[in-house]
């Protein structure tokens, strides 16, 4: 993706213009994260609340203007006085969120996303819920020790920002305020690197912006 389409480029290096972004969508960051089957591509659009489903194969009567749907969100934002808990345990379409940011794809093809302070999953029965975080104003966050090794109800983000899934384990590592956090299957929350602790150990590393996991 630019800053204005979604595109796919084959083996012969063609490119395949799949959808032209509205002026609102295109504004501000988004993240892309591509499915288990490779069938579909998965964007956030934070400024209209909402997670698209992009089909890689474009439907005849489809165009790029039109070529999704969405996947979650109703569009209404996630706010503290929610008497729903934004949609927790509903359908994903019908989920409120804060600001959804990254996103990464299971071996089982769920989805995993970052919504505002929180690590939100679309199940396989297509519902949301909550993996770690809770919802709380900006000025309740405090910074958690160096080295922190929590369980997932004490899980403390600030602003995470990308996600990554290990297709080998299903352990998620996600980027907050230059941490990088992993959360393992056995419901814990390790850091594995933090900048702002240890800065003389990382003098030749910018601040991380972006994790993802090699095949090995």
Known sequence: GDSSHVMTIDSFGRVTNLLKLNESTSTAMYYLALSATNTHIYLSDPTQKRIIKIPVDMPQYKTVHDNFEVFVGSGEICTMMDKDSCGEGQAASTAKLVYPKGLAITLEDELIFVDGNRVRMVDKEGKVKTIAGSRKMASEWRPAK??????????NFNWPTDIAVNLLTNDIVLIDQGTVHQISQQGRITELINSNCHPE??????????????SD
């Open 201 to 214: 150990g990382y003098e030749n590393m910018a601040v991380p912006t972006n994790v993802a996991f090699t």
């Open 146 to 155: 160096c080295g922190s090794d929590l369980m997932l109800e004490e899980a």
